[in-house]
């Protein structure tokens, strides 16, 4: 189970999930672009926007293994976060 502890920072039973904001790669985005980590904050991958699937997703760093738990938590915060997304363009466009 994940706990949302403020904007920046989400908590799972052995991740770690960093909002990195908007801006990356030099230019600004209009989704947000997270970093997954271990507790001890070895990156374990990136979850950010997949424009052609219309929904976040992960991508694990190279030589990077979990077991369900750390799926299961990671999958959690992908579908709040796409729902999130999708329900405030949904709002922005009433």
Not at 19 to 38: A, P
Not at 43 to 67: D, Q, S
Not at 73 to 88: N, V
Request: overall charge neutral.
């Amino acid at each position: 189970m994940i706990e949302r502890i403020d904007s920046t920072w989400t908590r799972g039973t052995y991740i770690i999930i960093r909002n990195l904001g908007t801006y990356w790669n030099g230019k600004e985005h209009s989704t947000n672009r997270y970093d997954v980590l271990e507790q001890n904050n070895s990156p374990l991958g990136k979850i950010e926007w997949n424009t052609a699937w219309r929904k976040y997703w992960f991508l694990p760093a190279a030589n990077t293994g979990y077991e369900e738990v750390c799926m299961e938590e990671i999958s959690q915060f992908i579908k709040e976060e796409t729902a999130a997304r999708k329900e405030a363009r949904k709002n922005a466009s009433v």
